[in-house]
């Protein structure tokens, strides 16, 4: 075991069995299979619903039997990201964790930090016989980092606690009690092929910083879809381009890191090509500096074909240029909170399935208005492109609760343990806590978690000491 010296150790083995269970978005069926395990095999009150959302009840500690209970939340799945060398299938191989004692990260893939250590969280206070807590009632829901599926499909009128803790944030003495809400929108083009003949090509676009769209959207870092379509219609001022295929991306709500083409040009134009990528890519290094300074951009040519089966050149131009003309990244900062994006939206996925090109965009705002408003402009520009446009995936924001107990208590708590108050604050990230407090009337929600540096992408690193901290903090607040 990689994690077995890490304090807490129970947190820490917990973790470490989560991280060896495959658990990407849409594969969750193994790890809530283990979920189920772990509460039958301690004969703790289960269920697991249709969409393999697990709630397990935990009666209160000796002393606490009578008191109310609380409900511990994260969810199960993760934004499976690894290198392009990683030798990994990540629909059916585990983590390869490891640690300097200070964090903890995987080998070539994303750690899936958010949210295994909510799961760890629960499962150490679950198989705990000497913590002090009111009874318990952990839910933990599937498919969050693809559009909150489960939290939207989940039954919670079993649950008798109006108090929720969600353990879905990543920075340690930050209090969330406020989101955004958000939406997949999905732009289809069905492109007919032509057998074209020229050279071969391929552009590979990497090292980009990629993150988490919610977090990290303000920083201005390189969107790998947005490059890779740019740099291709800024050939097409040297030679026609006929387009094979495009993708890039692993989830619509992580910022592409990488993206890649195929597609055929003349077979004389290999030179003017080289070069107009390589003045494209010295463009992007000027224009990303000290925002995404390692971006690169790779050409290959794979050498002459005959009659390939390609988009014709107005198809692909028509298709690159949609690329690039839907918005992307920031687009209003809040009035009222210094610092916090007020809407955004982010091309996280481009795929390529025969005569189908795929674009897969995440919306996020805190004024719901502006999130349809932004919605209704992709369905514009998307339809005047010939794109089919559907939406999927709706969440409603988290509206601050400027009368909660729950925050008071954990402010105390925290101010006791540490001689200082945390900061409370919103988020332009989506959290669960929306969804769930539609389906509890008078819900009181708050989110917290330890350090976690760069979710979403295979730079993903959990502090050690932090986790620590929150475990500590956790159990306080129970207490």
Same mark, same amino acid.
């Given at each position: 075991m990689a994690l077995e010296n890490l304090q807490p150790a129970s947190v820490f083995k917990f973790f470490e069995e989560i991280c060896s269970i495959p658990h990407g978005s849409g594969n969750v069926d193994m790890i809530s299979d283990y979920l189920v395990k772990f509460a039958s095999d301690r004969n703790l009150d289960v269920t697991q619903d249709a969409e393999k959302n697990v709630i397990i009840k935990a009666p209160g500690s000796k002393g606490y039997e009578d008191k109310e209970p609380v409900i511990l939340q994260g969810h199960m799945d993760m934004v499976a990201v690894k290198e392009p060398d990683a030798d990994i299938d990540m629909t059916r191989d585990g983590l390869k964790v490891t640690t300097d004692g200070e964090y903890v990260w995987a080998e070539g893939t994303s750690l899936g930090g958010d949210d295994g250590i909510a799961v760890a969280y629960c499962l150490a206070l679950l198989d705990s016989g000497d913590i002090p807590h009111p009874p318990l009632e952990?839910?933990? #829901?599937?498919?969050?980092? #693809?559009?909150?599926?489960?939290?939207?499909?989940?039954?919670?009128?079993?649950?008798?606690?109006? *108090?929720?803790?969600?353990?879905?944030?990543?920075?340690?003495?930050?209090?969330?009690?406020?989101? =955004?809400? %958000?939406?997949?929108?999905?732009?289809?083009?069905?492109?007919?092929?032509?057998?074209?003949?020229?050279?071969?090509?391929?552009?590979?676009?990497?090292?980009?910083?990629?993150?988490?769209?919610?977090?990290?959207?303000?920083?201005?870092?390189?969107?790998?879809?947005?490059?890779? =379509?740019?740099?291709?219609?800024?050939? +097409?001022? @040297?030679?026609?381009?006929?387009?094979?295929?495009? *993708?890039?991306?692993?989830?619509?709500?992580?910022?592409p890191s990488m993206a890649s083409a195929e597609f055929i040009i003349g077979a004389d134009k290999?030179?003017?090509? *080289?070069?107009?990528?390589?003045?494209?890519?010295?463009?992007?290094? =000027?224009?990303?500096?000290?925002?995404?300074?390692?971006?690169?951009?790779?050409?290959?040519?794979? %050498?002459?074909?005959?009659?390939?089966?390609?988009?014709? +050149?107005?198809?692909?131009?028509?298709?690159?240029?949609?690329?690039?003309?839907?918005?992307?990244?920031? @687009?209003a900062m809040s009035a009222q909170v210094e610092g916090l994006v007020e809407t955004s939206l982010n091309l996280g996925i481009l795929k390529t399935d025969g005569n189908k090109v795929t674009i897969e965009q995440s919306v996020r705002s805190s004024v719901e208005s502006s999130k349809a408003f932004l919605i209704d402009k992709l369905t514009c520009i998307?339809? =005047?492109?010939?794109? *089919?446009?559907?939406?999927?995936?709706?969440?409603? %924001?988290?509206?601050?609760?400027?009368?909660?107990?729950?925050?008071?208590?954990?402010?105390?708590?925290?101010?006791?343990?540490?001689?200082?108050?945390?900061?409370?604050?919103?988020?332009?990230?989506?959290?669960?806590?929306?969804?769930?407090?539609?389906?509890?009337?008078?819900?009181?929600?708050?989110s917290i978690g330890p350090d976690m540096d760069d979710i979403h992408s295979t730079s993903e690193r959990l502090s050690v000491k932090s986790a620590a901290n929150v475990w500590d903090f956790l159990k306080a607040c129970l207490e």
């Open positions: 952990v839910v933990i #829901t599937t498919n969050e980092e #693809t559009g909150m599926y489960g939290a939207a499909a989940i039954d919670l009128s079993g649950l008798k606690s109006r *108090k929720l803790i969600n353990i879905d944030n990543e920075e340690e003495g930050v209090f969330i009690v406020s989101c =955004a809400g %958000g939406a997949r929108v999905y732009s289809e083009l069905e492109l007919p092929r032509e057998k074209v003949s020229g050279l071969k090509c391929r552009i590979l676009v990497r090292d980009l910083l990629g993150g988490h769209s919610g977090e990290m959207i303000k920083c201005g870092r390189g969107n790998a879809n947005i490059i890779a =379509a740019r740099t291709l219609l800024d050939a +097409l001022s @040297q030679t026609g381009v006929n387009l094979i295929s495009i *993708k890039g991306g692993v989830a619509d709500n992580a910022i290999e030179d003017d090509v *080289k070069k107009s990528v390589g003045t494209t890519l010295e463009h992007l290094k =000027a224009e990303l500096e000290g925002k995404d300074d390692n971006v690169d951009i790779s050409f290959e040519t794979e %050498g002459e074909v005959s009659d390939e089966e390609a988009f014709t +050149l107005y198809d692909s131009v028509r298709l690159l240029k949609l690329i690039c003309v839907y918005p992307d990244g920031v @687009q998307g339809e =005047a492109f010939g794109a *089919k446009v559907s939406v999927s995936g709706r969440y409603p %924001g988290w509206k601050y609760n400027s009368k909660s107990e729950l925050r008071e208590h954990m402010v105390s708590v925290y101010r006791k343990l540490y001689g200082k108050d945390p900061k409370v604050m919103a988020i332009h990230a989506g959290l669960e806590c929306g969804l769930l407090s539609e389906k509890i009337e008078g819900l009181d929600c708050i």
